[in-house]
T-cell receptor, first 117, second 111 residues
Framework: DTEVTQTPKHLVMGMTNKKSLKCEQH?????MYWYKQKAKKPPELMFV???????INESVPSRFSPECPNSSLLNLHLHALQPEDSALYLC????????????????FGPGTRLTVL | GQQLNQSPQSMFIQEGEDVSMNCTSS?????WLWYKQDPGEGPVLLIA?????ELTSNGRLTAQFGITRKDSFLNISASIPSDVGIYFC???????????FGPGTRLSVLP
């Protein structure tokens, strides 16, 4: 099973709302990732969790707050977003964060289409 | 940091034709990953390559890991309408805990 699940599939929120995106994997992977993707562009890395600890934050604004409750779950808490934050948000996982494994393989979830009004 | 380039940027082909696209880098990669992405969906892993010279097939798809470890190609034989999408190459960075992505090749299949 190489499945990564994400909920919700679609989300519309106002700039004053608080919402959360959820991601789950049961492959025993120890690295989990959040990406933001705009149309016709490759995924843009936001955060990396390695062994449930935040290892990379790509200078993401604090209105995005990641959380890794356990090795299978990854959340992204959203607060006071801007319309330019509208995008496809992708979760991914891999065996371990690639700094330690140059043969690592990454699997993506189906994404959450976020629209900020 | 490491970068990946993909060519062509986009291509329009007739249904039934074969397709070839490639991915290059100025630095060595130890793994090459090929993904297909449909609009509004997450990238789906098509083929993973782990060894220089490796040639791997997945149905009508064939990918090769270049001998120099600086390139890879993906071929699709007898294209069908559902092959439409964006194809990304990627690989784990040699320098950090992230993956590097190419800009993608957009494939359109004309009936």
């Amino acid at each position: 099973d190489t499945e990564v699940t994400q909920t919700p599939k679609h989300l519309v929120m106002g700039m004053t709302n608080k919402k959360s995106l959820k991601c789950e994997q049961h492959m025993g992977h120890r690295a989990m990732y959040w990406y933001k993707q705009k149309a016709k562009k490759p995924p843009e890395l936001m955060f990396v969790y390695s062994y449930e600890k935040l290892s990379i934050n790509e200078s993401v604004p604090s209105r995005f707050s990641p959380e890794c409750p356990n090795s299978s779950l990854l959340n992204l808490h959203l607060h006071a977003l801007q319309p330019e934050d509208s995008a496809l948000y992708l979760c991914a996982s891999s065996q371990e964060a690639s700094g330690g494994n140059l043969h690592d393989t990454q699997y993506f979830g189906p994404g959450t289409r976020l629209t900020v009004l | 940091g490491q970068q990946l380039n993909q060519s062509p940027q986009s291509m329009f082909i007739q249904e039934g034709e074969d397709v070839s696209m490639n991915c290059t880098s100025s630095s060595i990669f130890n793994t090459w990953l090929w993904y297909k992405q449909d609009p509004g969906e997450g990238p789906v892993l098509l083929i993973a390559l782990y060894k220089a010279g490796e040639l791997t097939s997945n149905g009508r798809l064939t990918a090769q890991f270049g001998i120099t470890r600086k390139d890879s190609f993906l071929n699709i034989s007898a294209s069908i309408p559902s092959d439409v999408g964006i194809y990304f190459c990627a690989g784990p960075s040699n320098y950090g805990q992230n993956f590097v992505f190419g800009p993608g090749t957009r494939l359109s299949v004309l009936p």
